[in-house]
């Protein structure tokens, strides 16, 4: 799995459970609970439609149900594959939106189904040639190609107009409107954002024919606790030799 990330993090990462308001990322998934269903149910969307729109109020955890549950287990899935000599999905995740984000996705995509095929070498795009075209050739390797479009309300803001023929506003609908692509996307969003998606409308039939709504934690959800997950690995440094003094 290949992420292009707008704001990458930096230093040292601690160790802990709760992250405050920082999304959990995919090294986070031993802390990541409560949302298991969730993570199961966008899983199978993402992997059955050509178009899902997972949404939610800021701050209610999306990203972290992406990252931490969606693409991890995602991403796991492709090493085992890779393993078996299997190539039935590569997944890419993008959230990198600041720039002319159609090259940097190309780039990412390719990346994501050359890791997907053990690092099997493949066409590049040109702008000469349809975008649909290139990546066709790439399900030829891979048998679906999943897009997990992170922080989609960013789009909106850093391109609120575009017109090229090679933008992504134009490449978009493309893509998700040839019924021989095997390529799946998800739009992850602000809430408060979704009316911007009418900027789609008409270019993309049926656009909010498959949709999710991420709610806020709820009780039960709550308390599936982390704090086993830190007893844990704190359990498996303890039994290396020379780790208990490091624990004292």
């Given at each position: 799995?290949?992420?292009?990330?707008?704001?990458?993090?930096?230093?040292?990462?601690?160790?802990?459970?709760?992250?405050?308001?920082?999304?959990?990322?995919?090294?986070?998934?031993?802390?990541f609970f409560g949302r298991s269903e969730e993570k199961q149910v966008v899983i199978g969307n993402l992997r059955g439609a050509r178009?899902?729109?997972?949404?939610?109020?800021?701050?209610?955890?999306?990203?972290?149900?992406?990252?931490?549950?969606?693409?991890?287990?995602?991403?796991?899935?492709?090493?085992?594959?890779?393993?078996?000599?299997?190539?039935?999905?590569?997944?890419?995740?993008?959230?990198?939106?600041?720039?002319?984000?159609?090259?940097?996705?190309?780039?990412?995509?390719?990346?994501?189904?050359?890791?997907?095929?053990?690092g099997e070498q493949l066409p590049t795009w040109s702008t000469a040639t349809p975008l649909v075209d290139t990546l066709r050739a790439?399900?030829?390797?891979?048998?679906?190609?999943?897009?997990?479009?992170?922080?989609?309300?960013?789009?909106?803001?850093?391109?609120?107009?575009?017109?090229?023929?090679?933008?992504?506003?134009?490449?978009?609908?493309?893509?998700?409107?040839?019924?021989?692509?095997?390529?799946?996307?998800?739009?992850?969003?602000?809430?408060?954002?979704?009316?911007?998606?009418?900027?789609?409308?008409?270019?993309?039939?049926?656009?909010?024919?498959?949709?999710?709504?991420?709610?806020?934690?709820?009780?039960?959800?709550?308390?599936?606790?982390?704090?086993?997950?830190?007893?844990?690995?704190?359990?498996?440094?303890?039994?290396?030799?020379?780790?208990?003094?490091?624990?004292?």
């Amino acid at each position: 799995m290949t992420e292009a990330l707008a704001t990458p993090r930096t230093g040292a990462r601690v160790a802990t459970p709760y992250m405050g308001l920082v999304p959990y990322g995919e090294e986070d998934a031993d802390f990541f609970f409560g949302r298991s269903e969730e993570k199961q149910v966008v899983i199978g969307n993402l992997r059955g439609a050509r178009l899902t729109i997972l949404y939610g109020p800021s701050g209610v955890g999306k990203t972290s149900l992406l990252q931490a549950g969606v693409l991890h287990d995602l991403r796991d899935q492709v090493r085992t594959n890779v393993a078996a000599g299997r190539a039935p999905f590569a997944i890419c995740a993008f959230r990198a939106w600041r720039e002319d984000p159609l090259p940097a996705l190309v780039e990412a995509v390719h990346a994501a189904t050359a890791e997907a095929c053990g690092g099997e070498q493949l066409p590049t795009w040109s702008t000469a040639t349809p975008l649909v075209d290139t990546l066709r050739a790439w399900t030829q390797q891979v048998r679906t190609l999943l897009i997990v479009l992170d922080e989609f309300q960013d789009y909106f803001l850093y391109h609120p107009d575009e017109h090229a023929e090679r933008a992504f506003a134009k490449e978009f609908p493309r893509l998700v409107n040839d019924p021989n692509l095997r390529v799946h996307f998800l739009l992850s969003l602000r809430e408060d954002s979704l009316a911007r998606l009418d900027r789609f409308t008409g270019r993309i039939p049926r656009l909010f024919a498959n949709h999710l709504r991420v709610e806020h934690l709820d009780r039960r959800g709550g308390h599936d606790q982390p704090v086993h997950a830190v007893r844990r690995r704190v359990s498996r440094r303890s039994s290396l030799p020379g780790a208990g003094r490091a624990l004292d």
